[in-house]
């Protein structure tokens, strides 16, 4: 027993650090299954299905891996952004400014005859120019004016989804003129499929690399040290000579390239076109991932394997037993109110423990010293 | 006549646009002054128009709707405030966590007590405009100002209550210096926590009257997502109208004129494409979020205070 105590004596801060999210996300589905017994379901049947659907069959698993790609890359999008001390909640017009991107620079280059693999690294560059364009807006509107970068996004991205409504819809409809999508891209552009009989794409292992990247990114190199530096303080930030308002519009046009890039990889990789239903909110929900990813690359990784189990979980629960799918973004959201509100219970437990750790060496030095004395 | 619309049609609508933008930046405002951001506005808007709708359409009264809008408002900011106020957490996440929340639960319990296919079928008797004797017999005044509903009426007195009460009355005031400096107000006995978190939960109150407004009075039917930003818009407003309600007042009449104006522009069949029209109250917001900037915020807004923190 003393031992176990120990243990939690010295390593509390990773303990309550993965304890946490684990806490939360168990809170959230006891809270989901109070609101699922009130409409007249059984929570067991309905986890059960989602379970099922989730990870049930072959095809299941990997509909789970490509529907986490978005939330994946998107994640670390957010988590860059709100590293830096800028929240970023208009993730979802950069994902829709990159799907557009995407398409726009295969509509360009279609003809060229390029080989598939600068095929798609140039489709994908163009999704990555437009997302940092859309992410770079607020950035200016934050550094320059002071305007509230979480309010300003998101108009933004009412506006680019507006816009890219107009576009399937006009200039950019499909040739038969009756969807409101755009031609398919061309063969060349799309991903490869890297599972046979399986929709699962060279997507999936782009996103894990962006997370392996960036966890490099932020916490080791130079950059990612004046990323944190502004997120801590601005002012300690430009006493160490960086400019704040620089670094707050790089952030965020990094952040939204990623986004962006998310976007090009829907396109290429899944949906083939682009139209408005490309995104059931990848954008917004992205923002729970990265905050239950504790904002480290990795973690989001976790978090974003969650999401994406849970979407494609209650998708195939409303099929199978006709509880509405919208379960998935409730408990989403129950899950990032949980994170939020444990993680300050978890920052003063951290600092009442750290408290009496040092209180507990001084006590022990001061002992020590007077043995000496004696 | 501007592009072929009529002018007192214009501002007719331009009025009735106005209204939950009313309702919920002056709701906003009580939580902004105390010093507790209104980013969570949006979540308010949804949410009331939801238990706005089912309230009213379960009892068969526009009062119990009212009602039911309020109490989840206040409900909401109860979890806000208890997070932001109490424990320190970042009301902005917050705020986005409690617009999820809102966004999932509507749907998902529209879904199961309204069925998806009835989505616009289903409907409430709306609030229904009362025309006050004499004034809304003013030539073209009359009918832009004093022809509104119960909830319109609610909203405009609401400005001027809200004036009042932290310009003249000592409790306002009070409230006010919570917000300009709560360690100041805490050395003379404010209660800062009490007075931030019964602000907040006014301002739950107040907000979500706009979406009761918006399933209620503009319409009678409840549509998923249709608070479509009006709680950003209105969080913005209240910047713009450097946190006062009469300039918040202004800001709404303006934002629902460019509103009104793509509607009615609409309704012409102007040769625009619809989605370009839409644009216009966003693109205007960001504008005004250029001129304005931060605003003159409250000096403690949106600043964690612990009692005894000064000491």
Redesign the interface.
Do not use: D, H
């Given at each position: 027993m003393s031992k176990i105590k120990e243990f939690g004596r010295k390593h509390y801060k990773v303990l309550i650090g993965v304890g946490l999210p684990f806490l939360a996300i168990i809170s959230a589905f006891l809270v989901g299954s109070i609101?699922l017994l009130a409409?007249g379901y059984s929570p067991i049947e309905a986890y059960t299905a989602i379970f099922r659907g989730a990870f049930g069959t072959k095809r299941y698993f990997t509909t789970t891996l490509v529907k986490t790609v978005p939330y994946l890359i998107i994640g670390v999008a957010v988590a860059v952004a709100f590293k830096g001390a800028s929240?970023n909640?208009g993730a979802e017009g950069q994902f829709f400014a990159g799907a557009l991107g995407a398409v726009l620079t295969d509509m360009m280059i279609k003809n060229a005859g390029l080989p598939s693999w600068m095929h798609i690294t140039l489709v994908l560059i163009g999704s990555i120019i437009l997302g940092g364009v859309a992410g770079a807006i607020p950035g200016y509107?934050k550094a320059s004016?002071?305007?509230?970068e979480?309010?300003?996004s998101?108009?933004?991205s009412?506006?680019i989804v507006?816009?890219i409504?107009?576009l399937v819809?006009?200039p950019l409809q499909e040739s038969q003129h009756i969807y409101s999508e755009t031609d398919p891209i061309s063969d060349s552009a799309k991903l490869p499929i890297i599972m046979d009989k399986t929709k699962l794409h060279a997507g999936f292992v782009i996103a894990i690399i962006i997370a392996i990247v960036f966890y490099i990114i932020l916490n080791k190199t130079t950059m990612g040290y004046r990323i944190r530096a502004c997120g801590l303080s601005m002012s300690a930030a430009e006493y160490a000579g960086i400019s704040p308002e620089l670094m707050c519009v790089m952030t965020l046009t990094l952040s939204g390239a990623l986004a962006g890039l998310a976007g090009g990889i829907e396109v290429t990789g899944v949906s083939y076109k682009l139209g408005t239903g490309i995104s059931p909110?990848y954008g917004?929900?992205a923002?729970?991932v990265a905050?239950l990813g504790k904002l480290n690359p990795l973690g989001i990784i976790a978090s974003a394997f969650l999401f994406g189990s849970l979407t494609s979980g209650c998708n195939q629960m409303a099929r199978e037993i006709g509880i509405?799918s919208?379960?998935?973004?409730?408990?989403?959201?129950?899950v990032?109110?949980f994170v939020?509100?444990y993680?300050?219970?978890g920052d003063r437990l951290i600092k009442k423990l750290s408290d009496s750790t040092t209180a507990a060496k001084a006590v022990k030095k001061t002992e020590n010293k007077e043995k000496g004395a004696a | 006549m501007l592009f072929g619309i009529p002018i007192d049609s214009l501002l007719q609508s331009t009025v009735r646009l106005s209204c939950p933008l009313i309702l919920a930046a002056i709701g906003g405002i009580y939580s902004d002054k105390a010093g507790v951001s209104s980013?969570e506005l949006e979540a308010l808007v949804l949410m009331g128009a939801f238990a706005g709708f089912s309230g009213a359409y379960f009892s068969g009264s526009l009062a119990v709707g009212v009602l039911a809008a309020m109490l989840s408002g206040v409900l909401l900011t109860l979890?806000y405030g208890y997070?932001v106020i109490v424990?320190?957490?970042?009301s902005?996440?917050?705020?986005?966590?409690?617009?999820?929340?809102s966004?999932?639960?509507t749907?998902?319990?529209n879904?199961?007590i309204f069925g998806?296919s009835d989505n616009g079928l289903i409907k409430v008797e709306a609030f229904k405009p009362i025309a006050i004797p004499l004034l809304s017999k003013i030539p073209y005044l009359g009918t832009i100002l004093f022809n509104q509903n119960l909830l319109g009426y609610i909203a405009f007195i609401l400005v001027f209550a809200t004036a009042f009460f932290y310009k003249k009355v000592p409790l306002g005031l009070e409230i006010k210096a919570v917000g300009e400096n709560p360690a100041a107000a805490d050395t003379v006995g404010i209660p800062v926590v009490k007075y931030r978190f019964i602000s907040t939960l006014v301002s739950g109150a107040l907000a979500s009257l706009s979406g009761a407004y918006l399933s209620l009075a503009s319409s009678n039917v409840f549509v998923e997502g249709m608070s479509s930003?009006k709680g950003?818009?209105a969080?913005?407003i209240i910047?713009l109208g450097k946190y006062s309600p009469i300039g918040a007042l202004l800001g709404c009449l303006m934002f629902g004129f460019a509103d009104a104006f793509q509607l009615n522009l609409q309704a012409h069949g102007v040769n625009v494409?619809?989605?370009?029209l839409?644009?216009l109250p966003?693109?205007f917001?960001?504008v005004v979020?250029?001129?304005?900037?931060?605003g003159n915020a409250p000096e403690g807004h949106n600043k964690f205070f612990v009692k005894g923190m000064s000491r």
């Open positions: 609101i409409t929240f909640i509107l004016r002071g305007a509230s979480a309010v300003t998101v108009m933004l009412t506006i507006l816009f409504e107009y819809n006009g909110g917004y929900t923002i729970a905050l509405p919208a379960l998935a973004s409730l408990i989403q959201a129950l990032l109110i939020v509100a993680t300050a219970y | 980013i979890i997070l424990l320190g957490c970042r902005a996440v917050v705020g986005m966590a409690l617009v999820m929340f966004s999932g639960c749907r998902f319990l879904r199961i998806i930003e950003y818009a969080f913005s910047i494409p619809n989605q370009i839409q644009m966003y693109i917001t960001l979020l250029f001129f304005s900037g931060k």
